[in-house]
């Protein structure tokens, strides 16, 4: 490191001058008798610290619906890269480090390591890191990268984003309940819905209920407040209620609520429609095959198909499942609609086809068996379809 030394200096009279006070005779005594170290040390030293450009992250983007979750959480991945230089030379560089921070907080550190060595003017550093998440984790992270040379000399900082998104998806409503009290000319009525979004609880901006076939179906807000007169037990519980007195325009029986939720990206969910007496869902066909051939080795894969509908609305349907009655131990198997080709068979979310995986080894007991295919719907209705399927 460059120093520049602090000196005494002092001016000296000499006899064969007389006294003089010549400019160049002043300045040759100056340079040659008059300076001495004082061993004050350094004054204003020069720093010159490590400096870094071009940073980038690969990806600097993810998409969390690409990825295949562990445990509810969604591993995020990514590569920084960095270029750094130091006034004397590369080998001065000490260490370089990065920071990944969401919303002002500190998740995770780490070091780079060179990709260079020798006496380069200009190093590669670079770190692959990788942090755990859930949905509502999403965001935009910050990076932050700097260095330190050997003598303790700081960088600049360099900082990028990365961005840790999802797809939005719409609201989704289950779980309908209404609780009907009739007074002289009006209904009371009590009501609940469950919902839930892809963006997690706190992007829910509006739940609503809207009572028709009544005097006034203007849309209510639902609350989930925990607040006894909206009828809600548990404040943030995912379960949004309200309490509100209608005049039927005909028999009681023929109010029908009609439940919406809107997150807070303006998407709304698909209405789901609940009257007063729950109305069964119905099972409209079965993709099952009526024959099986159990392996004689290894594993034979099958898929089983229900399509279901519910009056109410698909959003109504609380389980689809079957089982084999011929089984001394009859066990149910959920069905899902969820789009999870490679886990259950299921090609498109959502659609009310509902399907499952079915595994069979060289063990299967062979006969005509007798499977029940049940759907089930919130209101405690149900839906039943029998199968023989014989395996040989």
Do not use: W
């Not at 002092?10 to 006294?19: D, I, Y």
């Not at 969390?64 to 890269?81: K, R």
């Not at 007169?229 to 023929?254: N, Q």
């Not at 959502?350 to 759907?375: C, E, H, N």
């Amino acid at each position: 490191m460059t120093r520049r030394i602090l000196q005494r200096c002092e001016l000296r009279s000499h006899p064969a001058f007389g006294g003089v006070n010549s400019v160049a005779i002043v300045s040759l005594i100056f340079l040659l008798v008059g300076c001495t170290d004082t061993g004050q040390g350094p004054l204003d030293p020069i720093v010159r610290p490590p400096f870094l450009q071009k940073l980038t992250l690969s990806p600097d983007s993810v998409n969390v619906d690409a990825l295949t979750p562990s445990g509810g959480q969604y591993t995020i991945t990514s590569t920084i890269t960095v270029r750094a230089t130091d006034p004397e030379g590369a080998g001065d560089i000490k260490s370089v480090s990065y920071s990944i921070l969401l919303k002002n907080s500190v998740i995770q550190t780490g070091a780079l390591s060179s990709q260079s060595a020798g006496s380069d003017s200009v190093r590669v550093f670079t770190a692959q890191f990788s942090f755990g998440l859930d949905r509502s984790g999403t965001g935009s992270y910050q990076v932050e990268v700097s260095a330190v040379d050997n003598a303790g000399s700081k960088s600049n900082i360099l900082t990028t984003r990365l961005l840790v998104a999802k797809k939005n998806t719409p609201p989704q409503l289950s779980g309908a309940g209404i609780r009907p009290v009739a007074t002289a000319d009006s209904v009371k009525l009590t009501t609940s819905i469950a919902v839930f979004d892809s963006n997690g609880y706190q992007s829910i901006s509006s739940v609503t209920i809207r009572p028709n076939n009544t005097t006034d179906p203007a849309p209510r807000l639902m609350y989930d407040d925990g607040a006894p007169e909206h009828g809600d037990r548990a404040a943030g519980d995912g379960i949004f209620s309200a309490v509100l007195t209608v005049k039927p325009t005909g028999a009681v029986e023929g109010i029908e609520c009609e439940f919406r939720a809107k997150d807070n990206t303006g998407a709304e969910s698909d209405p789901l429609r609940k009257g007063i007496t729950n109305r069964a869902p119905a099972i409209n066909s079965l993709d099952v095959p009526s024959t099986i051939e159990r392996p004689v080795s290894g594993l034979a894969y099958y898929t089983f198909k229900l399509t279901a509908s519910d009056p109410d609305g698909k959003s109504d349907i609380d389980s689809v499942y079957f089982r084999n009655q011929s089984s001394s131990t009859p066990s149910n198997f959920l069905m899902y609609d969820d789009g999870n080709l490679s886990t259950n068979g299921d090609l498109i979310a959502g659609d009310g086809i509902y399907s499952r995986i079915v595994v069979i080894d060289q063990t299967a007991s062979t006969g005509a068996k007798s499977f029940l295919f049940r759907v089930v719907d919130f209101g405690g209705a149900r839906a039943d379809s029998v199968k023989v399927i014989t395996i040989q």
